[in-house]
T-cell receptor, first 115, second 114 residues
Framework: AQTVTQSQPEMSVQEAETVTLSCTYDTSESNYYLFWYKQPPSRQMILVIR??????QNATENRFSVNFQKAAKSFSLKISDSQLGDTAMYFC????????????FGKGTSLLVTP | EAEVAQSPRYKITEKSQAVAFWCDPISGHATLYWYRQILGQGPELLVQFQDESVVDDSQLPKDRFSAERLKGVDSTLKIQPAELGDSAMYLCASSLQGWNTEAFFGQGTRLTVV
């Protein structure tokens, strides 16, 4: 079974600063996908960014980027120019090809952006 | 913008009672998931449907939980009898069929069993 570990239960960052959220995973698969999802308070979970394991280039979506280290099984999320609206729970998730495309989530990191 | 609809948003029920949750996925999404999210933890898959067929229900406590998606569209998750440990957020998600397709989540149903 795949496990996804997020070792930072809570983090805080000041507005306009940069913050990095950590995620490690354990799998014997060679082909899989990794995701970061954001869950704002009392709102639905939304996709932030995704990364295909076979791609060496790190994914980027505006202020959000990942550092994907396949050998180390590490998948961190960097948020640049943090905004108050980035305050949320962030979940790292793993998907393997033969899992029926279900997501396997970590326990999450609570991010607070302060003025 | 299309969304996954869930109802009710909140439910309080007494231990040993029956409770049901409803989910309407985004139109055209063949895959539907039910996840359970205990406070402070990540969502855990309970059951996954492809159209009206169950793909994975290995983590569904089948002695008390049941799920159906009769016409391959909306879905119902039922718990009978509810236990105190079932208190959690129940999330429904849907996606187009296929590899690496984005899962869209509903706002969830917050269940409290007293």
């Amino acid at each position: 079974a795949q496990t996804v570990t997020q070792s930072q239960p809570e983090m805080s960052v000041q507005e306009a600063e940069t913050v990095t959220l950590s995620c490690t995973y354990d799998t014997s698969e060679s082909n899989y996908y990794l995701f970061w999802y954001k869950q704002p308070p009392s709102r639905q979970m939304i996709l932030v960014i995704r990364q295909e394991a076979y791609k060496q280039q790190n994914a980027t979506e505006n202020r959000f980027s990942v550092n994907f280290q396949k050998a180390a099984k590490s998948f961190s999320l960097k948020i640049s120019d943090s905004q108050l609206g980035d305050t949320a729970m962030y979940f790292c998730a793993f998907m393997k090809q033969d899992s029926g495309y279900a997501l396997n989530f970590g326990k999450g990191t609570s991010l607070l952006v302060t003025p | 913008e299309a969304e996954v609809a869930q109802s009710p948003r909140y439910k309080i029920t007494e231990k040993s009672q029956a409770v049901a949750f409803w989910c309407d996925p985004i139109s055209g999404h063949a895959t539907l998931y039910w996840y359970r999210q205990i406070l402070g933890q990540g969502p855990e898959l309970l059951v996954q449907f492809q159209d009206e067929s169950v793909v994975d229900d290995s983590q569904l406590p089948k002695d008390r939980f049941s799920a159906e998606r009769l016409k391959g569209v909306d879905s119902t998750l039922k718990i009978q009898p509810a236990e105190l440990g079932d208190s959690a957020m129940y999330l429904c998600a849907s996606s187009l069929q296929g590899w690496n397709t984005e899962a869209f989540f509903g706002q969830g149903t917050r269940l409290t069993v007293v």
